[in-house]
Nanobody, 126 residues
């Protein structure tokens, strides 16, 4: 399985960040996986943002980060074997490397677990 992130590398504050993950080597509707978005702001730990399951159910679990949860939407297009991330009302604090991941559990940010894309740097300008 291979995953590849795509989208703009630069977004202005208050705009919506939209990223796409294109998956090859396996259908996103097959199996029991969580198609996940994780990000890593500069100098900080990996943050689990949310996931869409193979069934199509969505999961947003960062209860300790309600401001993030309320701005995040994850969706999918099974005909293109893609899943997407939308992050609304971005600020410079949303500057990070964004990863799409095929995970087997919710909440995991272990890079040795699952299949990871290479990541895409997104910078939010003020």
């Amino acid at each position: 399985v291979q995953l590849r992130e795509s989208g703009p590398g630069l977004v202005k504050s208050s705009e919506t960040l939209s990223l796409t993950c294109t998956v090859s080597g396996g259908a996103i509707s097959a199996g029991s996986y969580f198609w996940t978005w994780i990000r890593q702001p500069p100098g900080q730990e990996l943050e689990w943002m949310g996931a869409i399951g193979s069934s199509g159910a969505t999961y947003y679990m960062p209860y300790h980060l309600p401001a993030l949860k309320s701005r995040t939407s994850i969706d999918r297009d099974t005909s293109k074997n893609q899943f997407t991330l939308q992050l609304r009302s971005v600020t410079p604090e949303d500057t990070a490397v964004y990863y799409c991941v095929r995970g087997s559990s919710l909440g995991s940010t272990t890079k040795t677990s699952g299949f990871w894309g290479r990541g895409i740097q997104v910078t939010v300008s003020s």
